[in-house]
């Protein structure tokens, strides 16, 4: 699948829940009201939208949410998924988690043939972390990643970084990541939901505290790509990665190979623009694949060339669609 600057579509984030069993307060409201179950995709239908993907030459495959791991049965989908890379012809597959469901799914996920998953937290103190996410135990979170590692999985740290709230953690979780051997991303809060331009998502562009934690630790240039869109460094004090997503102050949409879809089959090309396809009616309309496979392709024709993330944070006024609703 190559768009229409020549970006070849590689990567697909894949939503199997718009519910969680946290409330973090970039990502969704506190009240918020999920989506009747008839709307969303059975595991069935999300095994079956991910292969046709593959076959147009997805290589890489992230499950999202939501909570990924709060959905019912969710191991039968990985494990479907775990085929097409023991077969080749997935490189990877991948999740990210908030971490509450690890220690009961961390040695099924590395059975199925997962190496790697990304684990947020956004702040090492237990008062802090409950504030954020509007609920969570952090020791539980921390029990997850634990067991993970156990599992053999290597576990990277997302932290949203909010100006306002834990901006001074940064210190904290970069000595703490390289305690426990894992690699760490900050990535700018996105405005995206009517409650991310509150006070406590304090505009700090990652350009600015690079800076500032370029004078406490030595930042070493490295090629090192995920696939993703973070850019990294390697902490020499640690031996570990850091990376830098960074949506607002320093846009990577030039080598954008990613597409979302949401929990209820809606094909998103951007996450900073509302347009999207409805790919669950296509799936559920015919037996034969070429329907899906033509609506994919022609979407495809129609990425954007960017986001509009900049002019939506100074207007004040973010995409409605919230993250949990998007896929993250």
């Known amino acids: 699948m190559i768009d229409p600057f020549g970006r070849r579509i590689s990567y697909l984030r894949l939503s199997v829940t718009d519910r969680c ?22 595991l069935e239908e999300l095994a079956r939208l991910s292969s046709v993907f593959i076959g147009l030459g997805v290589r890489k495959l992230r499950l999202t949410g939501g909570e990924p791991l709060v959905r019912r049965g969710i191991m039968q989908l990985i494990g479907a998924l775990g085929e097409h890379v023991a ?18 799914y961390a040695e099924g996920l590395a059975r199925a043939g997962m190496r790697r998953i990304n684990v947020s937290v956004d702040s090492l ?16 979170v921390l029990e997850g990643i634990r067991a993970a590692k156990a599992a053999g999985l290597a576990v990277k740290i997302n932290t949203v970084v909010l100006g306002g709230v834990n901006g001074h953690e940064i210190d904290r979780l970069i000595a703490w990541c390289g305690e426990e051997g894992h690699d760490l991303s900050l990535i ?7 409650f991310s331009t509150g006070p406590d998502f304090l505009a700090l562009p990652l350009s600015v505290l690079r800076d500032q934690l370029a004078r406490r630790w030595t930042l070493a240039a490295t090629d090192y790509s995920s696939g993703g869109p973070a850019r990294y460094v390697t902490v ?27 929990c209820t089959g809606r094909l998103f090309l951007c996450l900073g623009h509302e347009a999207g ?34 002019a939506q944070r100074a207007s004040h006024q973010p995409l409605a669609r919230t993250m949990n609703q998007t896929g993250g």
């Open 21 to 42: 069993d946290l409330r973090c307060a970039y990502c969704m409201a506190e009240d918020t009201e999920f989506l009747p179950k008839a709307d969303v995709l059975d």
């Open 87 to 104: 077969a080749g012809r997935l490189a990877e597959l991948t999740l990210t988690t908030n971490g509450t469901q690890l220690s009961r």
């Open 125 to 140: 103190d237990p008062g802090l972390f409950h504030k954020i996410t509007r609920r969570g135990d952090l020791a539980l």
């Open 188 to 194: 700018e809060a996105m405005p995206l939901g009517e």
């Open 236 to 262: 020499e004090q640690t031996g570990r990665r850091l990376g830098f997503i960074t949506p607002l102050s320093h846009g990577f949409c030039e080598s954008c190979n990613r597409v979302r879809v949401s």
């Open 277 to 310: 396809t409805d790919l669950r009616q296509p799936l559920r309309a015919s037996a034969s694949d070429a329907p899906l496979q033509e609506a994919i392709r022609r979407a495809i024709g129609h990425k954007p060339e960017g986001h509009d993330f900049v």
